[in-house]
């Protein structure tokens, strides 16, 4: 069975819940869990590869090497995080091109300034809309495949106020996004008035963040709302920052990881959950392939 798109499965009824990850593991845990749709964060990539706070540091090849490698290892749909594109439409046509080549099937594009925040930290600033547009054009254009979306966010709420977020989404969409994102509304009735104030035939996608600006609902309840999309983006860093806070001391307090072996995979389980014995079986088997003598 053929699987289907993003894009068809954005005209489902069901809401798509996409999990955040940031290497190929807890893609593939992601992926053993059942989730079809998956999303590279660039703040989950900030967090774990440079260990540093999401204020525009990764770049582009960073990225793009984290995609490859992710979809080297599983064959989901892969929602990427492109900040504000890299730079100015020129930039952003060559960032669509480079992530669709190693595995996009969405690139998301924010209208902030460089260097960008979180969208749930506070003293963002934006570009021009006019400017955003543009840059959602370039991003349209540069696609290869009509299968690749383009996500366009605005981080207008917290800076502009939500009508004028409204109104920007309205001119990206009409700039030919595919989908949708206004960060960081702070009520569920600013996530209600979303939906009322973009109207039906564009997915609308949310983003549920611990701790953020944003209140956690359910996917169901987002669903109810109106919104096609959910996001976990860096949930996956802070469930594991805290377990390996807590791994960490324990092992100093005790010398010892006995104490925690019940909140870990031993080796043999880890070894099952990432196909090592499969592997050693077809590298074997490759081995003797060939004519016998």
Same mark, same amino acid.
Request: glycine share 10%; hydrophobic share 45%; charged share 25%.
């Given at each position: 069975?053929?699987?289907?798109?993003?894009?068809?499965?954005?005209?489902?009824?069901?809401?798509?819940?996409? @999990?955040?990850?940031?290497? @190929?593991?807890?893609?593939?845990?992601?992926?053993?869990?059942?989730?079809?749709?998956?999303?590279?964060?660039?703040?989950?990539?900030? &967090?774990?590869?440079? %260990?540093?706070?999401?204020?525009?540091?990764?770049?582009?090849?960073?990225?793009? $090497?984290? +995609?490859?490698?992710?979809?080297?290892?599983?064959?989901?749909?892969?929602?990427?995080?492109?900040?504000?594109?890299?730079?100015?439409?020129?930039? +952003?046509?060559?960032?669509?091109?480079?992530? $669709?080549?190693? *595995?996009?099937?969405?690139?998301?594009?924010?209208?902030?300034?460089? @260097?960008?925040?979180?969208?749930?930290?506070?003293?963002?600033?934006?570009?021009?809309?006019?400017?955003?547009?543009?840059?959602? /054009?370039?991003?349209?254009?540069?696609?290869?495949?009509?299968?690749?979306?383009?996500?366009?966010?605005?981080?207008?709420?917290?800076?502009? *106020?939500?009508?004028?977020?409204?109104?920007?989404?309205?001119?990206?969409?009409?700039?030919?996004?595919?989908?949708?994102?206004?960060?960081?509304?702070?009520?569920?009735?600013?996530?209600? /008035?979303?939906?009322?104030?973009? %109207? %039906?035939?564009?997915?609308?996608?949310?983003?549920?963040?611990?701790?953020?600006?944003?209140?956690?609902?359910?996917?169901?309840?987002?669903?109810?709302?109106?919104?096609?999309?959910?996001?976990?983006?860096?949930?996956?860093?802070?469930?594991?920052? /805290?377990?390996?806070?807590? &791994?960490? *001391?324990?092992?100093?307090?005790?010398?010892?990881?006995?104490?925690?072996?019940?909140?870990?995979?031993?080796?043999?389980?880890?070894?099952?959950?990432?196909?090592?014995?499969?592997?050693?079986?077809? %590298?074997?088997?490759?081995?003797?392939?060939?004519?016998?003598?």
């Amino acid at each position: 069975m053929t699987k289907m798109t993003l894009r068809t499965q954005l005209s489902q009824p069901q809401i798509i819940v996409a @999990p955040g990850i940031y290497d @190929p593991l807890t893609a593939l845990i992601a992926t053993q869990a059942g989730f079809e749709s998956l999303y590279i964060s660039g703040a989950a990539i900030a &967090y774990s590869r440079l %260990g540093r706070p999401d204020i525009g540091l990764v770049s582009i090849s960073e990225v793009i $090497e984290t +995609v490859s490698l992710i979809r080297d290892r599983v064959d989901a749909n892969l929602i990427v995080d492109a900040d504000t594109g890299y730079g100015n439409a020129l930039n +952003v046509e060559r960032t669509v091109r480079l992530l $669709e080549r190693a *595995g996009a099937r969405a690139i998301q594009i924010e209208d902030q300034t460089f @260097p960008k925040r979180c969208g749930h930290l506070d003293d963002k600033t934006l570009i021009a809309a006019p400017e955003m547009a543009g840059k959602i /054009k370039a991003a349209v254009d540069s696609r290869q495949s009509q299968e690749t979306l383009i996500i366009a966010r605005t981080d207008a709420v917290a800076v502009e *106020g939500l009508d004028a977020a409204i109104e920007r989404a309205l001119l990206y969409r009409d700039a030919g996004a595919d989908v949708l994102f206004v960060e960081a509304p702070k009520a569920r009735e600013e996530l209600a /008035k979303i939906v009322a104030g973009i %109207g %039906g035939g564009i997915p609308l996608m949310a983003n549920m963040v611990e701790g953020g600006k944003t209140p956690m609902l359910t996917a169901a309840e987002l669903q109810d709302i109106g919104f096609s999309l959910v996001i976990f983006p860096g949930g996956i860093v802070r469930a594991l920052a /805290k377990v390996a806070q807590d &791994y960490y *001391g324990s092992l100093a307090a005790n010398g010892s990881n006995t104490p925690f072996r019940d909140r870990m995979f031993d080796f043999d389980a880890l070894n099952e959950l990432i196909g090592t014995p499969e592997m050693i079986a077809r %590298g074997k088997g490759l081995e003797t392939f060939g004519p016998k003598s």
